[in-house]
């Protein structure tokens, strides 16, 4: 995946970078991204800067598409997940127990999935805080496209 953003601060091995959004996606608005007061701004976003670019310069972004995907994974298809698994197990334990039956076991399989959907929840947000202070999971400036005016 690729981006262009403008650097706006520089400090150490990492850059801030105003991440200019596609033409297609600058006037939408739809997702919310990017939005404030009801004006569309362009996100910040922290990157490694290995080619030590300047603040002014336009710089093209790139993120391994596996460590998106990883992230991705983590953040929406496990809690998905837990939440199926969690329905078909609770739901097969009270019926195995006998605890309930029909709309009981229903339910019962429904808050038991809803619970571990959550605490699948709960630990990617911990582990996708820590992945995001990684620097492995971190977007690089990759070149500079674009020199800054003086």
Do not use: T
């Not at 262009?4 to 600058?26: P, T, W």
């Not at 399989?109 to 947000?125: N, Q, T, W």
Request: proline share 4%; with cysteine; charged share 25%.
């Amino acid at each position: 995946m690729e981006q262009f953003g403008e650097v706006i601060s520089v400090k150490d091995k990492m850059a801030l970078v105003r991440v200019r959004r596609h033409s297609a996606c600058r006037d939408c608005g739809r997702c919310g991204m990017g939005i404030a007061g009801g004006e569309p701004v362009d996100p910040e976003i922290e990157v490694r800067n290995p080619i030590e670019a300047r603040v002014g310069e336009v710089v093209r972004i790139s993120m391994d598409p596996r460590q998106l995907l990883a992230a991705s994974f983590l953040m929406y298809l496990l809690p998905v997940i837990g939440l199926i698994l969690g329905i078909a197990l609770g739901q097969w334990a009270v019926l195995e127990l006998e605890l309930a039956a029909g709309r009981g076991a229903d339910l019962a399989g429904l808050g038991f999935g809803l619970f571990i959907m959550v605490l699948i929840y709960a630990f990617a947000r911990r582990r996708g805080s820590k992945m995001a202070a990684s620097s492995r999971f971190k977007p690089v400036a990759v070149a500079v496209v674009q020199e800054r005016e003086e």
